[in-house]
């Protein structure tokens, strides 16, 4: 995870700002969403492409719902598409278009052609629908890619998946950028009990 260069203009560095220094979104609640995220789980394990749209529109429903925005529409593509205009904003599972707040889903890649995993879906899921948050309702239109952004999403990753959340260590490089640290996110995840024990 790395995240976008500062653009120039100040409309869009303003935007930048704000998303970058919006750590947290208000949670809903913790069911029916989990309960959901168990049928996408199954539903992956069969590789059942109905179920998989299904148990899709169930959270992201929800997800919608619970934060009082309009539904996203959601598509489930078998292999990402080939072709991927610069007017979509998308990760290596998935994209939403801004304009008509369609957020695409795919199941494998065309290089690996294996059925993404539980982990990698649901957290593109939520990662596409934060893009949606971030246009329909937190006036960030351009939806940049900021540390604000990915803690977002993995707070209610998290939070769907029912997993504690690992407090992301961030590193800068010269250009303005972060890259998340991994080493020293996962540290971060120890049990804190590791830590008292030295007392
Ligand atoms: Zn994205």
């Known amino acids: 995870?790395?995240?976008?260069?500062?653009?120039?203009?100040?409309?869009?560095?303003?935007?930048?700002?704000r998303s970058d220094a919006m750590k947290v979104m208000p949670l809903p609640p913790a069911e029916p969403l989990r309960s959901y995220a168990l049928q996408l789980k199954d539903a992956l394990s069969k590789e059942d492409k109905k179920a998989i749209l299904a148990a899709s529109k169930l959270l992201l429903?929800?997800?919608?719902?619970?934060?009082?925005?309009?539904?996203?529409?959601?598509?489930?593509?078998?292999?990402?598409?080939q072709e991927v205009t610069d007017e979509w904003?998308?990760?290596?599972?998935?994209?939403?278009?801004?304009?008509?707040s369609v957020?695409?889903?795919w199941m494998r890649t065309a290089v690996q052609k294996k059925t993404s995993s539980y982990g990698t879906f649901?957290?593109?899921?939520?990662?596409?629908?934060?893009?949606?948050?971030?246009?329909?309702?937190?006036?960030?239109?351009?939806?940049?890619?900021?540390?604000?952004f990915f803690e977002r999403v993995a707070e209610l990753y998290h939070h769907v998946q029912d997993t504690p959340v690992k407090e992301i260590v961030w590193q800068s490089h010269s250009d303005g950028?972060?890259?998340?640290?991994?080493?020293?996110t996962m540290r971060n995840s120890?049990?804190?009990?590791?830590?008292?024990?030295?007392v």
């Open 1 to 17: 995870m790395q995240t976008e260069k500062l653009p120039r203009a100040r409309v869009e560095k303003d935007e930048y700002s």
């Open 61 to 81: 429903n929800e997800l919608a719902d619970a934060h009082k925005v309009k539904r996203p529409t959601v598509k489930i593509l078998s292999v990402r598409p």
């Open 89 to 100: 904003v998308y990760q290596t599972f998935g994209d939403y278009d801004t304009g008509t």
């Open 103 to 105: 957020i695409r889903l």
């Open 122 to 148: 649901l957290s593109t899921l939520v990662h596409e629908f934060c893009h949606h948050m971030d246009v329909v309702s937190l006036e960030f239109p351009n939806t940049f890619h900021t540390r604000g």
């Open 177 to 184: 950028t972060y890259a998340v640290n991994w080493a020293s």
């Open 190 to 198: 120890r049990p804190i009990a590791q830590s008292n024990s030295r």
